[in-house]
């Protein structure tokens, strides 16, 4: 399998010399530098193990909340209050809708090692369009258990030794 970003790509399988002989071609064909095993992919960080492939983007939500300006350190265990019900006309328009979008932005991509995400991003990402101050207290409860779960990977385990695939990481340097 090969997975091509911009100029990143990954190539994995589970036939290594399969990957080898795709990685020649690509080289006889582009301008390329192999940056050898996995390690990091548009921000997620990959670490290799007997059980899998551990995804994490920890860094990544570290500076998302660090792009909140979050200054208490308060964690949460729950992402979202029970029973909350957000709508388009409750509470304030907030000052900064920027922000806002640009947070749900970013937990969005978060989901993408962080699954249990995926409802409440969904919520507050509804109202984008015109953030209102309950919108932002969702946000900001959502960012607080994110802090909470910072360091919990994704594994996307090997069941068989056998199976286990082998990922290289490529880097087109020339379009």
Known sequence: MLLLYVDDMII????????????????????????GPLRYFLGIEVASSSKGYFLSLAKYANEVIHRASLT?????????ELNVKLNTTDGVLLDNP???RELVDCLVYRTVT?????YVV?????????PRS????????????????????????????EQKTDCYC???CQG
């Not at 962080?114 to 995926?118: F, I, R, V, W």
């Not at 969904?122 to 015109?130: A, D, E, P, R």
């Open 98 to 100: 920027t922000l806002y």
């Open 122 to 130: 969904h919520v507050v990402s509804q109202f984008v369009s015109v």
């Open 12 to 35: 994995t399988g589970s036939d290594s010399s399969a990957i080898y002989k795709a990685k020649q071609h690509l080289f006889r064909t582009f301008e390329m530098k192999d940056l």
């Open 134 to 161: 309950p919108h932002w207290a969702a946000l900001v409860r959502i960012l607080h258990y994110l802090l909470s779960t910072i360091f919990q990977d994704l594994l996307s385990s090997s069941t068989l030794e």
């Open 72 to 80: 208490d350190i308060k964690i949460s265990d729950i992402h979202i």
């Open 114 to 118: 962080h699954p249990d995400l995926a």
């Open 170 to 172: 490529a880097f087109h």
